[in-house]
Nanobody
Framework: QVQLVESGGGLVQAGGSLRLSCAASGSIFRVNAMGWYRQSPGKQRELLAV???????NYADSVKGRCTISRDNAKNTVYLQMNSLRPEDTAVYYC??????????????WGQGTLVTVSS
């Protein structure tokens, strides 16, 4: 059983910053790409940023320049530093990981989500 546990969400004023964390645990041989998504009420889940095990990162236009994704491979943990937050960034933020299980199968797992609320 593999789990992703997110933390770091909360209430912040517009213009503020938050750092989200997501740690993977369980029967993992290797974690490959890790990413952050968000979903607002009535909207589809949106990919924000993804980072490979080698550290190559890509960002959605909506967060480019305001967010930085990073990871600690030794801890199987991915981070999302979010700056200059806007009320429209209010959403539930999810992390996702592609990993190789002990039997060599490629699998994926989602976190439970963490709520970010940005007040105006």
């Amino acid at each position: 059983q593999v789990q992703l546990v997110e933390s770091g969400g909360g209430l912040v004023q517009a213009g503020g910053s938050l750092r989200l964390s997501c740690a993977a645990s369980g029967s993992i041989f290797r974690v490959n790409a890790m990413g952050w998504y968000r979903q607002s009420p009535g909207k589809q889940r949106e990919l924000l940023a993804v980072i490979t095990s080698g550290g190559n990162a890509n960002y959605a236009d909506s967060v480019k320049g305001r967010c930085t994704i990073s990871r600690d491979n030794a801890k199987n943990t991915v981070y999302l530093q979010m700056n200059s937050l806007r009320p429209e960034d209010t959403a539930v933020y999810y992390c996702n990981a592609d990993y190789i299980g002990p039997a060599g199968r490629a699998l994926g797992v989602w976190g439970q989500g963490t709520l970010v609320t940005v007040s105006s």
